[in-house]
């Protein structure tokens, strides 16, 4: 049986209904740059490969023709036009008179830190990464990593040295119906960095909800999965915060975030990119760690990444 990794590039050999993503935030100071080069394959075929760009004031998609994408397939090396996204880091010309967009210039990438794998979890999936015939893959490349160099943004000059990164990445059909995800690696302690994701998964002819979430505290990872026993014990609204309360044998995690609605991204349905969600790549977070009725870990990440498409099933929120 054969692993799904989530390094390789997949479309390769696909002729319909697919599509895949990369997500590469960059954070300096208190703002944050998300990029999302990736490629829809629709029903009948045609390929459209496009850029997506969002920070603190708004979100762009750029679109290319279907000569202008390349992708390794056993690696993170993808180019789009003249843009180049990889391990290295990425190197940036972009155009763009319908968007009112220029950016050049180029960011050099640290070493990354990747989450744990086993053969049992070769990718944050877990053993659905051996499973050929889910919905949506996800992939975490990077949950922090350091940045190096700068972007010329509309003429601006914005130097990145010194920041953080984290790199992540989806492939597959489409994105779930509903679904809920939060991302954070600028806490108030150092050496933290957090990633959630629920979402109703289709699967068999029947529905799960599926969780995958991880909190790594100066290299300790605490893993909190669908795979591994985890729950949600609770969602629940309070003024503008979203509160999601997980539990797995003694863990028990509570995720507070600012839940104001952000920008516009288009979002895979049947390899077309026509849905419309929503992320703010710059909101708050706050989390409270668990074991064994002790606290060990509470803190505040700041810069951090929140979408919320539709009311995941099983809760009323």
């Not at 397939?73 to 190197?91: A, C, L, M, P, T």
Request: hydrophobic share 40%.
């Amino acid at each position: 049986m054969s692993i799904t990794t989530d390094i390789a590039y997949h479309g390769e050999t696909k002729q319909h209904t697919f599509f895949e993503g990369w997500y590469l935030k960059h954070q300096i100071e208190q703002q944050a740059y998300a990029f999302i080069p990736g490629i829809s394959i629709e029903q009948d075929g045609s390929k459209h490969p496009f850029i997506q760009i969002i920070h603190d004031d708004s979100s762009h998609m750029i679109h290319f023709a279907e000569d202008d994408f390349f992708a390794e397939k056993d690696h993170f090396h993808v180019r789009i036009g003249n843009n180049v996204f990889g391990e290295e880091g990425i190197s940036l010309d972009i155009q763009d008179e319908k968007e009112k967009l220029a950016i050049s210039g180029q960011i050099t990438y640290g070493p990354f830190a990747p989450i744990q794998r086993s053969k049992f979890a070769p990718s944050i999936m877990g053993p659905f990464s051996y499973l050929s015939f889910m919905e949506c893959y996800h992939g975490i490349l990077s949950m922090e990593h350091s940045l190096q160099g700068s972007l010329t943004w509309n003429g601006q000059v914005i130097d990145f040295s010194g920041g953080t990164g984290y790199i992540e990445k989806d492939w597959g059909t489409s994105f779930p119906k509903a679904y809920i995800w939060v991302q954070s690696n600028k806490f108030s302690k150092r050496d933290v960095q957090f990633f959630f994701s629920l979402a109703d998964i289709p699967f068999i002819g029947f529905e799960f909800l599926g969780l995958i979430c991880v909190l790594v505290i100066a290299g300790k990872e605490y893993r909190i999965a669908t795979y591994h026993g985890g729950k949600v014990q609770s969602i629940t609204r309070e003024n503008e915060q979203l509160i999601i309360t997980l539990k797995q044998k003694d863990l028990v995690l509570r995720i507070a975030v600012d839940s104001r609605v952000g920008h516009a991204l288009m979002a895979p349905s049947q390899g077309e990119m026509n849905r419309i969600i929503r992320e703010n790549a710059n909101t708050t977070i706050n989390i409270t760690l668990m074991e064994q009725g002790k606290q060990i870990f509470e803190g505040e990440g700041r810069m951090s990444g929140f979408e919320e498409v539709g009311q995941v099933s099983s809760f009323t929120y």
